[in-house]
């Protein structure tokens, strides 16, 4: 079974950063690309950033770029998103998801309130 699980989340100032993790399991994580979405409240579903297989090229929105680094250890089955300068905006619940698989997690609610 396909699973992931994101977590990290929690509530931020302006200005300030985390750090997302997502553990999968159920399938060979080092062989698929990957992917962040989130969700803000009363919003649809957000492209954020995302991987290849291997780690070594990413993309991310024009809402995140420069601020969140996407990265990932194969060999922990992992995937982290680094997120600074946090805004308002950057308000909602974070998803990693492998498109190919049609596979999307549990997400982490992030806040960004003072």
């Known amino acids: 079974e396909v699973q992931l699980q994101a977590s990290g989340g929690g509530l931020v100032q302006p200005g300030g950063s985390l750090r997302l993790s997502c553990v999968a399991s159920?399938?060979?994580?080092?062989?698929?690309?990957m992917s962040w979405v989130r969700q803000a409240p009363g919003k649809g579903p957000e492209y954020v950033s995302a991987?290849?297989?291997?780690?070594?090229?990413?993309y991310y929105a024009d809402s995140v770029k420069g601020r969140f680094t996407i990265s990932r250890d194969n060999a922990k089955n992992t995937a982290y998103l680094q997120m600074d300068s946090l805004k308002p905006e950057d308000t909602a619940v974070y998803y990693c998801a492998i498109p190919s698989l049609r596979a999307r997690g549990q997400g982490t609610l992030v806040t960004v309130s003072s």
């Open positions: 991987t290849n297989s291997g780690g070594g090229t990413s």
């Open positions: 159920g399938f060979t994580f080092g062989s698929y690309d």
